[in-house]
Structures are given as structure tokens and as C-alpha cells.
Nanobody, 115 residues
Framework: QVQLVESGGGLVQPGGSLRLSCAAS????????VGWYRQAPGKQRELVAV???????NYADSVKGRFTVSRDTAKNTVALQMNGLKPEDTAVYYC?????????WGQGTQVTVSS
């Protein structure tokens, strides 16, 4: 079973920055993809950013140019650098690993953007 532990959420003012980190219990170099999703109150969970095994990166249109996803296969960690945060970025952010047709999720970390 894959264990994913997120950290780095919190409260930030509009325009501010946060960095989320996810530590995985498996070798992330061998999985199909790793990335981040988010779920705002009353909304469905949505993709934020994902990195494929080959290193191809995709971002949601709403975060392009502001967020940067990265992975460290030596440490089995995935990070999400979030700059220029907006109130609409407020959500619970989840780390995700896709392996063998299955999704594994972290417990989530709250990000709140408010003045």
C-alpha cells in the first residue's frame, strides 16, 4: 500500500506563495504519474498538475504560469510551488500517485488564500 504524506499548507494573503511537499513510501520513478489535485468546498476534485513517468508535465489552465510541480526520484518526493496565489486557489490539496491502474491519495493539506 502506498503511503503519501503532504505538508506545507496554510493561510496566505492574495499574491503570496506556498510550497507543498509530498513524501511517498514507494519508488516514484517507477509509477505512471505523480501530481497534485485539489478540492474546494462544494466542488469536485480537480487536477492541478501532474508529471508522467517520462517527465511530461501538465497543468490546469487556471494555474499555468503560477504553479510549478517537481519531483525528486532520489528522495521520492513531489513538490508544488505556488506563486501569485488567488482566493480561488483555496482548497484542500491532495498528492496523487498513479500506479498499475490504481490511484493512491494523501490525506490532504488545506490551502487558504485570504486577506
Amino acid at each position: 500500500q502506498v503511503q503519501l504524506v503532504e505538508s506545507g499548507g496554510g493561510l496566505v494573503q492574495p499574491g503570496g506563495s506556498l510550497r507543498l511537499s509530498c513524501a511517498a513510501s514507494i519508488n516514484i520513478a517507477s509509477v505512471n504519474a505523480v501530481g497534485w489535485y485539489r478540492q474546494a468546498p462544494g466542488k469536485q476534485r480537480e487536477l492541478v498538475a501532474v508529471i508522467s513517468r517520462l517527465g511530461v508535465i501538465n497543468y490546469a489552465d487556471s494555474v499555468k504560469g503560477r504553479f510549478t510541480v517537481s519531483r525528486d526520484t532520489a528522495k521520492n518526493t513531489v513538490a508544488l510551488q505556488m506563486n501569485g496565489l488567488k482566493p480561488e486557489d483555496t482548497a484542500v490539496y491532495y498528492c496523487n500517485v498513479q500506479r498499475g491502474g490504481y490511484d493512491s491519495w494523501g490525506q490532504g493539506t488545506q490551502v487558504t488564500v485570504s486577506s
